[in-house]
């Protein structure tokens, strides 16, 4: 426990210094956006399938609506939402990252570049931008799902409750 405890201070002590930090951060932006854009690919991917999950997942509710319990068919309803909810508000500023590392590379890249040109700039300027575009492109449809799936399950949560108390004031 002593040892786990020393190694943690000993990376802690290593990620603060101001020299470690600032070579991992440039490091990470040497890379450029590539990392970035790979995980944005990843949550859109995912984000697709999940959405189209859900959307066959509700018809099924739909049709099923009065076999489910109570708790059951919350936690249906409400399965994914937090993904939905994390991913549209986290990938713009995932895609923002993006753009940061994609301009610092392209300034990296004009300090030691041979050619004072302003294409050099240009181009790796325009490439980290994809980044901004990709998270956004990734979060306005999860946004989207999110509200529309949160709107869906209030309306079935409504008919099944209203279902219910039908049902309990017939004699």
Do not use: W
Request: glycine share 6%; net charge positive.
């Amino acid at each position: 426990m002593k040892a786990c405890a020393r190694s943690a201070h000993a990376f802690m002590a290593y990620f603060f210094r101001r020299d470690s930090l600032a070579k991992l951060i440039l490091n990470l932006a040497m890379v450029g956006g590539d990392p970035v854009l790979v995980l944005l690919i990843i949550l859109s991917i995912l984000s697709v399938a999940f959405i189209l999950e859900k959307i066959f997942f509700m018809r099924k509710i739909e049709k099923e609506l009065f076999s489910y319990t109570p708790s059951d068919l919350r936690s249906n309803l409400n399965k994914r939402l937090g993904f939905f909810a994390t991913v549209g508000s986290n990938a713009p500023f995932i895609g923002l990252f993006g753009t940061v590392l994609g301009i610092m590379k392209a300034f990296h890249d004009l300090a030691f570049s041979q050619d004072f040109g302003v294409r050099i700039v240009m181009n790796g300027i325009a490439e980290a931008l994809s980044s901004t575009a990709l998270g956004l492109f990734v979060a306005v449809p999860c946004v989207i799902a999110y509200n529309y799936f949160v709107r869906k399950a209030r309306d079935l949560s409504y008919i099944y409750e209203e279902h219910a108390n039908n049902a309990q004031s017939k004699p």
